[in-house]
C-alpha cells in the first residue's frame, strides 16, 4: 500500500523560509512522479511542483514549478530515504495554504500539474505566511 507522509509545515513571516518534506513507501514501480499541490480557502487545488522518479532515483530533466514559485521554490529528491522536499524561499501571504504531497504512475509533462493525474495523496500540512 502507498503511503505519502508531509512534515514541515508551520508558521512563517514574509520572505521567510519553510521545507516540506514527503516520504514515500509501499511503491512496486521504479517510474513515477511526485507533485506537490497546494490549496487555499475557497480555491482549487494548484499544482505547485513535480519531480518524476525514474528506477528510484529522481530525475530533474522534467521537473516543473508553477510560474508563481519558480525562483523561490526548489525540488530535490533523496532516492535512500525516499523522499521528495520542498524547500520554500521568499515566502508571500500568498503561499498560505494547505500543501499536499501526491504520487502518479502515468503522469505526463503535459499532466503533471494536473491532480487528476495523480493517484496517491498525504493527509497535507498548513504554511501559513503572515504579512
Known amino acids: 500500500q502507498v503511503q505519502l507522509v508531509e512534515s514541515g509545515g508551520g508558521l512563517v513571516q514574509t520572505g521567510g523560509s519553510l521545507r516540506l518534506s514527503c516520504a514515500a513507501s509501499?511503491?512496486?514501480?521504479?517510474?513515477?512522479?511526485i507533485g506537490w499541490f497546494r490549496q487555499a480557502p475557497g480555491k482549487e487545488r494548484e499544482g505547485v511542483a513535480s519531480l518524476e522518479i525514474r528506477d528510484g532515483m529522481p530525475y530533474y530533466g522534467t521537473v516543473y514549478y508553477a510560474d508563481s514559485v519558480k525562483g523561490r521554490f526548489l525540488l530535490s529528491g533523496d532516492s535512500a530515504k525516499n523522499t521528495v522536499s520542498l524547500q520554500m524561499s521568499g515566502l508571500k501571504p500568498e503561499d498560505t495554504a494547505v500543501y499536499f504531497c501526491a504520487a502518479g504512475r502515468l503522469v505526463t509533462i503535459v499532466t503533471q500539474a494536473d491532480p487528476l493525474a495523480y493517484d496517491f495523496w498525504g493527509q497535507g500540512t498548513q504554511v501559513t505566511v503572515s504579512s
Open positions: 509501499g511503491f512496486t514501480s521504479d517510474r513515477y512522479h
